[in-house]
């Protein structure tokens, strides 16, 4: 392979973004390789959110775990709503703006970065990287045992941020 062709699948993989992920279905009875694919993640618990880069081995760990978790792109919008509404230190206290450190200005700004997959969430020092949700105001419309091909919510959907709204 050239050094042209690898600099340039590089690039594809900056370029792809991020994805969010949350688990809507919790680890009970859960076969050993799903709840250590959930662990790595950072959603080992029902209704924990994370955003996690779109490239290979992530889609690879989200697709082995398909039957707990429901992804979408990630979009700056709803990162700046997840930032505001639930970041939290690692003491367990609430981020605020004025917590941020100077490369990172604002919650707009680290949303921006991580829609195009410039920075991970985990390294942003001042922010736990996961979000703990609330159920969904006004229940689930779909089923939580499906995947969203077949009528649920599961998988790869794009309806997502939508029900992130309604768990804020």
Do not use: Y
Not at 24 to 30: E, Y
Not at 81 to 97: D, H, I
Not at 112 to 129: D, H, Y
Request: overall charge positive; charged content about 25%.
């Amino acid at each position: 392979m050239s050094s042209t062709t690898a600099s340039k699948q590089a690039e594809s993989h900056l370029q792809n973004g991020s994805l969010l992920v949350v688990n809507l279905r919790g680890m009970v009875n859960t076969r050993v390789p799903v709840r250590t694919t959930l662990d790595q993640l950072r959603v080992a618990r029902r209704f924990n959110a994370t955003i996690v880069p779109n490239d290979d081995v992530h889609l690879g760990m989200l697709n082995l775990a398909k039957e707990h978790l429901a992804w979408c792109k990630l979009n700056a919008d709803i990162a700046e709503k997840l930032l505001k509404a639930r970041s939290e230190k690692s003491s367990g206290t609430k981020v605020a703006e004025s917590d941020l450190s100077k490369e990172h200005k604002s919650f707009r700004d680290i949303a921006s970065q991580l829609e195009s997959g410039n920075i991970k969430l985990n390294s942003v020092n001042e922010i736990r990287p996961f979000f703990r949700l609330s159920p969904p105001r006004g229940g689930f419309k779909r089923s939580i045992r499906r995947q969203h091909r077949d009528g649920g919510i599961l998988g790869p959907n794009e309806e997502l941020p939508n029900l992130v709204e309604k768990m804020l």
